[in-house]
């Protein structure tokens, strides 16, 4: 009986992928075991990886690199299908969305921090209209929208701020001799 | 370069601008979905059946019918209260003051409620 063998050729740009996704994947699973104070409201660690390689290699491959590390990361906790899978995969949906705008923003006066928080706040505005036309059609969720919005603003902004020092020490590596 | 300077140096001028749109958007839409709405109008019930619908612009009192006596509700400065009430535990008289849209008193043994309407429904824990 002779085994068939099926034979994937990949790139390096497909090595290089998997192995943001990786990173992007690791944020994640250090990110769950942070307790949060309501169910939704998490940093979105795994975005600074996004951002970066947004910078780095362009739109393409930073989906790539999200929509990878929602599909493995929700195989890792047990969720595929499940409807946090969905809510996963809305929000990267959304933020890839924005960020495909935001990126033509002149990048001398835009940088991460900009397309950040433009994609946090598109990641909420997916997930809550997911939830209201699937899960909970009540108005009553419109009463969470500040917190989610708030959590949006605030960690968009860091992570943005924490992608940004990436990007910059990558651009300019002689600035900072410590880092 | 210490870290407060490496912080402000990775935000760019087009991030301010965003960070600040964000900081309205945020605020705008908390003051929007959160403020209580003003009521102006009254919804007093008697047995399950609406009673009188009053405007909450003109001050004036209402004594309403119920198994056990009258009910007296007053309506003041925009605000409504049920003054006085047969009822054993006084709940509804305790309540005091009502002012915004969603509020409700309920005088259960009396059967006897008030509630506030807005132009638009607001949630509370009762039809929440």
Same mark, same amino acid.
């Not at chain 1, 050729?9 to 994640?28: F, N, Q, R, S, Y």
């Not at chain 1, 989906?63 to 195989?75: E, I, P, Y």
């Not at chain 1, 990048?107 to 997930?127: D, E, K």
């Not at chain 2, 705008?28 to 909450?56: H, M, Y």
């Given at each position: 009986?002779?085994?068939?063998? +099926?034979?994937?050729?990949? $790139?390096?740009?497909?090595?290089?992928?998997?192995?943001?996704?990786?990173?992007?994947?690791?944020? %994640?699973?250090?990110?769950?075991?942070?307790?949060?104070?309501?169910?939704?409201?998490?940093?979105?660690?795994?975005?600074?990886?996004?951002? !970066?390689?947004?910078? #780095?290699?362009?739109?393409?491959?930073?989906?790539?690199?999200?929509?990878?590390?929602?599909?493995?990361?929700?195989?890792?906790?047990?969720?595929?299908?499940?409807?946090?899978?969905?809510?996963?995969?809305?929000?990267?949906?959304?933020?890839?969305?924005?960020? *495909?705008?935001?990126?033509?923003?002149?990048?001398?006066?835009? &940088?991460?921090?900009?397309?950040?928080?433009?994609?946090?706040?598109?990641?909420?505005? =997916?997930? /809550? /209209?997911?939830? @209201?036309?699937?899960?909970?059609?009540?108005?009553?969720?419109? @009463?969470?929208?500040?917190?989610?919005?708030?959590?949006?603003?605030?960690?968009?902004?860091?992570? &943005?701020?924490?992608?940004?020092?990436?990007?910059?020490?990558?651009?300019?590596?002689? %600035?900072?001799?410590?880092? | /370069?210490?870290?407060?300077?490496? !912080?402000?140096?990775?935000?760019?001028? &087009?991030?301010?601008? $965003?960070?600040?749109?964000?900081?309205?958007?945020?605020?705008? +839409?908390?003051?929007?979905?959160?403020?209580?709405?003003?009521?102006?109008?009254?919804?007093?019930?008697? *047995?399950?059946? +609406?009673?009188?619908?009053?405007?909450?612009?003109?001050?004036?009192? !209402?004594?309403?019918?119920?198994?056990?006596?009258?009910?007296?509700?007053?309506?003041?400065?925009?605000?409504?209260?049920?003054?006085?009430?047969?009822?054993?535990?006084?709940?509804?008289? #305790?309540? &005091?003051?009502?002012?915004?849209? =969603?509020?409700?008193?309920?005088?259960?043994?009396?059967?006897?409620?008030?509630?506030?309407?807005?132009?638009?429904?607001? @949630?509370?824990?009762?039809? @929440?």
């Amino acid at each position: 009986m002779t085994a068939s063998t +099926i034979k994937l050729t990949a $790139t390096p740009e497909d090595h290089h992928i998997a192995k943001m996704a990786a990173v992007a994947l690791g944020l %994640t699973v250090l990110e769950n075991a942070i307790p949060s104070p309501l169910p939704g409201v998490k940093p979105g660690l795994a975005n600074i990886v996004t951002l !970066i390689v947004l910078a #780095r290699y362009g739109w393409r491959m930073a989906a790539w690199v999200s929509l990878l590390r929602v599909v493995a990361g929700s195989l890792l906790f047990g969720n595929f299908l499940a409807p946090g899978f969905f809510l996963s995969l809305s929000g990267a949906v959304f933020s890839l969305a924005a960020l *495909a705008i935001s990126m033509h923003l002149p990048q001398r006066g835009f &940088g991460a921090v900009t397309h950040s928080i433009l994609a946090a706040f598109a990641h909420i505005a =997916g997930q /809550m /209209m997911v939830v @209201y036309l699937w899960l909970i059609p009540h108005s009553g969720i419109a @009463y969470l929208i500040p917190i989610f919005a708030t959590a949006a603003l605030v960690f968009g902004t860091v992570n &943005g701020i924490i992608a940004a020092r990436f990007i910059d020490n990558v651009a300019q590596p002689n %600035t900072e001799p410590h880092a | /370069m210490n870290s407060y300077e490496a !912080i402000r140096s990775s935000i760019k001028a &087009g991030d301010w601008l $965003t960070l600040l749109l964000g900081i309205l958007c945020v605020v705008l +839409i908390t003051l929007k979905l959160w403020n209580g709405e003003q009521a102006d109008r009254a919804i007093i019930r008697s *047995a399950g059946k +609406i009673f009188k619908e009053v405007p909450l612009s003109r001050d004036t009192q !209402i004594e309403v019918p119920g198994p056990l006596g009258i009910s007296i509700i007053n309506i003041e400065k925009g605000k409504a209260r049920i003054t006085s009430d047969p009822s054993p535990r006084q709940y509804c008289v #305790r309540q &005091g003051w009502l002012q915004q849209a =969603g509020e409700i008193a309920i005088c259960l043994p009396n059967q006897v409620s008030v509630e506030l309407t807005g132009s638009q429904k607001k @949630y509370d824990s009762l039809n @929440y």
